[in-house]
């Protein structure tokens, strides 16, 4: 079982940062981070494994990054140049499957562990 807490959400205008944690209680092989807009289905943003390789959202390449802290077992992500259309929940998501070579994924169904979510607003 890995219990995730998220924290750093907030209200911000558009262009603004945020950034977003996630500590997790215990190891996972991927990490990632999801969002779910009202009215609109959950999405996967970014994901990142233990041996540190990134996949992104094409939505949000080139503003958001997402690292962690091994030692800490925290999730981090970066959120810069925010748009209105990035308001939304983020969850934070964790599994231990080994995913070998094809690296950590983007789907809801990948991840076994949720957050319970962080409320992102950004206004124009």
């Known amino acids: 079982q890995v219990q995730l807490v998220e924290s750093g959400g907030g209200s911000v205008q558009a262009g603004g940062s945020l950034r977003l944690s996630c500590a997790a209680s215990g190891y996972a092989n991927c990490m990632g981070w999801f969002r779910q807009a009202p009215g609109k289905e959950r999405e996967g943003v970014a994901a990142i494994g233990r041996d540190g390789r990134t996949s992104y959202a094409d939505s949000v390449k080139g503003r958001f990054t997402i690292s962690q802290d091994n030692a800490k077992n925290t999730l981090y992500l970066q959120m810069n140049s925010l748009k209105p259309e990035d308001t939304a929940i983020y969850y934070c998501?964790?599994?231990?499957?080994?995913?070998?070579?094809?690296?950590?994924?983007?789907?809801?169904?990948?991840?076994?562990?949720w957050g319970q979510g962080t409320q992102v607003t950004v206004s124009s």
């Open positions: 998501a964790a599994d231990r499957r080994w995913v070998g070579s094809r690296g950590c994924s983007l789907t809801l169904q990948s991840y076994n562990y």
